[in-house]
């Protein structure tokens, strides 16, 4: 069985706790973990960047923050929620009324392929009213603040507030649907690969207008995706997902020059720099874990050169004397640097 982990590194001012939190699917073939006993803080105002490869749990952590995990999924554990002002909720003992208000009102989400989350029959305009009208939120003072948001996102207001979905074009559906995500003035936004599908330079300019936007409305962002090199431009904090768990969380600087956990380096080797094609990257070898069986002990050992018996037994906390918010899950913490040598040092990183 794998151990509890013990807490992650805490923060100042957090707006999530998420504590020894699960999604589990009951599965033919056994019982199958797609997010195993996680906890961490998340610090108000942070660009908070999730990594992990496909299938490392991503999604799952994204729904758990919005109580929104699929059918027939099942999530366990606590998450609290501190908003702004006004007492914390703990999200998975809301009702769906009440979550279903907290969803775009508190916390909003953006996912992979606008086209999917927009309603082909619907102009933008349409949408834009239909979710502030169903929010009971003023309609016109809403539309005023679409209308801002998609400037701030360099779009024609007016023009893709008339068009249906499919006369926009990926980017800047994209960007409709991040302004239509922000309309209620939400104080997070949880982005689930928002930029997969869009080429590298449409990419990068949405990443910086997300970060733009941050900065100017105080926002909290989670933003999850399979790109290291992509949330190096963006993150203020990293958390690295591997088999479901979390086994490096830090400051983005540290996480990227300095990382500690033999998988975060595996994948940054494997990632050279934002300009590398996607073809020309070194997989890392032998393959992700299924969740129906992970391997016990530390997860990662079957891919890991520093392997031995206590990680074939004992699953390594994530947690460390270090006092600089850079902790990773491995039991030979010490030796990493030498045993998995950083070959490229190419990320450039926000300082
Ligand atoms: N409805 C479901 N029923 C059972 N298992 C599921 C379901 N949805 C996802 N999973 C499994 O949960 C695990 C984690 O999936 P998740 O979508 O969170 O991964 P991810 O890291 O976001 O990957 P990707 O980048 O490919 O989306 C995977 O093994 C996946 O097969």
Known sequence: MHQQHAQTTSVDDPIFEVRNT??????????????????????????????????????????????????????????????????????????????KQVRWEEISMVFQGAMSSFNPTMTIEDHFRETLAVHDYDVEEGMARAEELLSDLYLEAEQVLD???????????????????????????VMD??????????????????????????????????????????ADRIAVLYAFEFVEVGPAYDVLKA????????????????????????????????PVSVPEGCSYHPRCPLSDAVCERDDPPLDSDEDDGHVAACHHVENVPDAVPLTLQEVTVNE
């Open 259 to 290: 990382a500690k956990h033999p998988y975060t380096r595996a994948l940054l080797n494997s990632t050279p720099n934002l300009d590398t094609p996607r073809e020309q990257m070194k997989p890392i070898e032998g393959a992700a874990p299924d």
């Open 163 to 189: 068009a249906y979905p499919h006369e926009l074009s990926g980017g800047m559906s994209q960007r409709a649907l991040i302004a239509l995500s922000l309309v209620l003035e939400p104080e997070v936004l």
């Open 22 to 99: 699960s999604v589990s699917f009951d599965m033919e073939r056994g019982e199958s973990k797609v997010l195993n006993e996680v906890s961490l803080d998340i610090e108000r105002g942070e660009v908070l960047g999730v990594v992990g490869e496909s299938g490392s749990g991503k999604s799952m952590f994204a729904s758990a923050l919005l109580d929104a995990v699929v059918d027939p999924g099942i999530l366990t554990g606590d998450i609290t929620y501190y908003p702004e002002s006004g007492e914390s909720i703990d999200l998975l003992e809301l009702s769906d009324e009440e979550i």
């Open 193 to 234: 690969e928002p930029t997969a599908a869009l080429d590298l330079l449409m990419q990068r300019s949405i990443i910086q207008l997300i970060r733009e936007i941050a900065e100017q409305r105080d926002l909290t962002i989670v933003f999850i995706t399979h790109d290291l090199p992509l949330v190096a431009n963006l």
